[in-house]
């Protein structure tokens, strides 16, 4: 007896040993994407990984899912604290990548690229790649879609528009210029005064998009949001500070003047979050969104009426740092093989319908199939999809499904006939000026707020104060060594046609 109930206890033992192994081996990814959670996604994201399993039966894959708006917020919290966090996406329209690659945010990729990501490299072009490199190791996984940044449209209602406005002339106006004028903003104020004297102005206009108009035809260098841009279609690649162009002062200068006539609502200092007031019934008169033919919108922010959008310009443009959308392995992963395993797989052909139930959801309940791969997804009652998470930013766009007809033609033109940077190659040394540029940037979150909604009690004298404040914090010699890079570079590759 005593020797059955000693062996009984020592398999137990055995068999809680091995129980206990097994669950340290199970692997759990935390991947952060932008997106909105729904009722349906704990649902969805189970079913996900319940097939996932069937491939990799030691994974699961958390997925944290940020609103855009605070998403960018949300990374740089996660890198303070250290929090363990294994696929990200991050995109040049919110990102500067050079920057996060220099602060060691990001994993180089190369040697797991090379072992277990052989598919990504042979599926996805090189230029692509050569965009994820930065002084020889490629830091982020291009993904396969749009490839350029996003240009914009003023979105409004169009019972609205057709009522009160003229969107012939405002798209004419700002079309006709490759840079921002006085004359851009002008052409909204017709519309503005009409829908205020009727009682219709809503929220009034959405500043914080609106200021994409300001930075029309520039690109950032070191970061979308960099002071320092140089003007695409100016083959000398000069370098200037953006708040110093008349674009910015004309910008800065309207929206005081919109401000003072109450087509800013007044308490715009005290929203939390004046993004949410974007494409409700009540809300912005009108906003800035992307625009794009055939249903070729990355996301677009939906709408509780029906929407006109008015492009601002007629181009699309390839910029030089890093990729539309791409994925990046944060420093401080756990699994880094795994995320790069999962990301190839995702990406391949076998795991393309996997990826799909991701982004779309379950078919009859979040989408209904039509003909030639296209869906059509199920909205609520303000004709919000009840599911969907972003395709651009999980997979291959192409091996997903079409919304509208010909929409993946269309994009593949977007690709094709776009400008491509005068910068792809230039990587920027700041050691020189990194102090300079922290101070700088100080000075602008200080001052750039106030002036974007038009509060300021004076706005010329507060924005000779912000452009003052910047020089003596180093706007020359910053200018001048970015200025000094970019020539050498621009010889360099003279020398190499």
Same mark, same amino acid.
């Given at each position: 007896?005593?020797?059955?109930?000693?062996?009984?206890? &020592?398999?137990?033992?055995?068999?809680?040993?091995?129980?206990?192994?097994?669950?340290?081996?199970? %692997?759990?990814?935390?991947?952060? $994407?932008?997106?909105?959670?729904?009722?349906?996604?704990?649902?969805?994201?189970?079913? !996900?990984?319940?097939? =996932?399993?069937?491939?990799?039966?030691?994974?699961? $894959?958390?997925?944290?899912?940020?609103?855009?708006?605070?998403?960018?917020?949300?990374?740089?919290?996660?890198?303070?604290?250290?929090?363990?966090?294994?696929?990200?996406?991050?995109?040049?329209?919110?990102? &500067? *990548?050079?920057?996060?690659?220099?602060?060691?945010?990001?994993?180089?990729?190369?040697?797991? =690229?090379?072992?277990?990501?052989?598919?990504?490299?042979?599926?996805?072009?090189?230029?692509?790649?050569?965009?994820?490199?930065?002084?020889?190791?490629? *830091?982020?996984?291009?993904?396969?879609?749009?490839?350029?940044?996003?240009?914009?449209?003023?979105?409004?209602?169009?019972?609205?528009?057709?009522?009160?406005?003229?969107?012939?002339?405002?798209?004419?106006?700002?079309?006709?210029?490759?840079?921002?004028?006085?004359?851009?903003? +002008?052409?909204?104020?017709? *519309?503005?005064?009409?829908?205020?004297?009727?009682?219709?102005?809503?929220?009034?206009?959405?500043?914080?998009?609106?200021?994409?108009?300001? /930075?029309?035809? @520039?690109?950032?260098?070191?970061?979308?949001?960099?002071?320092?841009?140089?003007? %695409? !279609?100016?083959?000398?690649?000069? $370098?200037?500070?953006?708040?110093?162009?008349?674009?910015?002062?004309?910008?800065?200068?309207?929206?005081?003047?919109?401000?003072?006539? /109450?087509?800013?609502?007044?308490?715009?200092?005290?929203?939390?979050?004046?993004?949410?007031?974007?494409?409700?019934?009540?809300? @912005?008169?009108?906003?800035?969104?992307? @625009?794009?033919?055939?249903?070729?919108?990355?996301?677009?922010?939906?709408?509780?009426?029906?929407?006109?959008?008015?492009?601002?310009?007629? @181009?699309?443009?390839?910029? *030089?740092?890093?990729?539309?959308?791409?994925?990046?392995?944060?420093?401080?992963?756990?699994?880094?093989?795994?995320?790069?395993? %999962?990301?190839?797989?995702?990406?391949?052909?076998?795991?393309?319908?996997?990826?799909?139930?991701?982004?779309?959801?379950?078919?009859?309940?979040?989408?209904?199939?039509?003909?030639?791969?296209?869906?059509?997804?199920?909205?609520?009652?303000?004709?919000?999809?009840?599911?969907? =998470?972003?395709?651009?930013?999980?997979?291959?766009?192409?091996?997903?499904?079409?919304?509208?007809?010909?929409?993946?033609?269309? =994009?593949?033109?977007?690709?094709?006939?776009?400008?491509?940077?005068?910068?792809?190659?230039?990587?920027?040394?700041?050691?020189?000026?990194?102090?300079?540029? +922290?101070?700088?940037?100080?000075? $602008?979150?200080?001052?750039?707020?106030?002036?974007?909604?038009?509060?300021? +009690?004076?706005?010329?004298?507060?924005?000779?104060?912000? %452009?003052?404040?910047?020089? +003596?914090?180093?706007?020359?010699?910053?200018?001048?060594?970015?200025?000094?890079?970019?020539?050498?570079?621009?010889?360099?590759?003279?020398?190499?046609?």
């Amino acid at each position: 007896m005593i020797c059955i109930f000693l062996l009984m206890t &020592g398999c137990t033992n055995i068999s809680s040993r091995q129980n206990e192994r097994e669950k340290t081996d199970q %692997i759990t990814l935390r991947w952060m $994407v932008f997106g909105e959670k729904s009722k349906s996604s704990d649902s969805v994201i189970s079913e !996900f990984n319940r097939q =996932l399993q069937e491939h990799f039966p030691d994974t699961t $894959v958390e997925f944290e899912i940020m609103p855009i708006e605070s998403y960018k917020e949300k990374w740089d919290m996660i890198m303070a604290a250290n929090e363990p966090l294994d696929i990200v996406w991050i995109g040049n329209d919110m990102w &500067g *990548y050079t920057e996060e690659v220099k602060k060691g945010s990001f994993m180089a990729l190369d040697y797991l =690229l090379s072992t277990c990501g052989k598919e990504l490299m042979e599926e996805i072009p090189e230029d692509m790649w050569e965009k994820q490199k930065r002084d020889g190791k490629i *830091y982020g996984i291009p993904l396969k879609g749009a490839l350029y940044r996003k240009d914009y449209a003023v979105v409004t209602s169009e019972a609205n528009m057709e009522a009160y406005g003229d969107q012939d002339k405002i798209r004419t106006v700002n079309q006709s210029k490759l840079y921002s004028d006085m004359e851009c903003y +002008e052409v909204f104020e017709e *519309y503005l005064v009409r829908l205020k004297a009727v009682q219709k102005l809503g929220a009034g206009v959405s500043s914080m998009t609106f200021r994409e108009i300001a /930075g029309k035809g @520039y690109e950032g260098i070191y970061g979308p949001d960099s002071p320092f841009i140089i003007k %695409i !279609f100016d083959e000398d690649l000069q $370098v200037y500070n953006k708040y110093e162009l008349e674009s910015y002062k004309a910008y800065f200068r309207k929206m005081y003047e919109w401000y003072q006539a /109450g087509y800013i609502r007044e308490d715009i200092e005290e929203v939390l979050a004046p993004e949410k007031e974007n494409g409700t019934r009540n809300g @912005y008169a009108f906003f800035l969104d992307e @625009y794009g033919d055939m249903g070729v919108i990355l996301d677009p922010i939906t709408t509780e009426y029906e929407a006109v959008r008015i492009p601002l310009q007629n @181009y699309k443009y390839i910029s *030089y740092e890093s990729g539309r959308n791409v994925l990046a392995i944060p420093r401080t992963t756990e699994h880094p093989q795994r995320a790069v395993e %999962i990301i190839n797989f995702l990406n391949s052909e076998e795991g393309a319908e996997l990826c799909k139930l991701l982004c779309n959801g379950f078919e009859g309940r979040h989408y209904v199939k039509l003909d030639n791969n296209r869906i059509s997804r199920v909205v609520d009652e303000n004709g919000k999809e009840i599911y969907s =998470l972003s395709p651009y930013a999980i997979g291959n766009l192409f091996s997903n499904y079409e919304t509208t007809k010909g929409e993946f033609t269309q =994009l593949k033109a977007y690709n094709a006939n776009a400008y491509v940077s005068p910068l792809v190659g230039f990587e920027l040394d700041t050691r020189m000026i990194v102090l300079e540029m +922290e101070k700088i940037d100080l000075v $602008v979150a200080e001052y750039i707020t106030s002036l974007e909604h038009g509060t300021v +009690e004076n706005w010329e004298a507060t924005y000779s104060e912000l %452009i003052l404040k910047m020089k +003596e914090a180093g706007t020359d010699k910053v200018v001048s060594e970015i200025q000094k890079q970019l020539d050498a570079f621009k010889e360099s590759k003279d020398t190499n046609k």
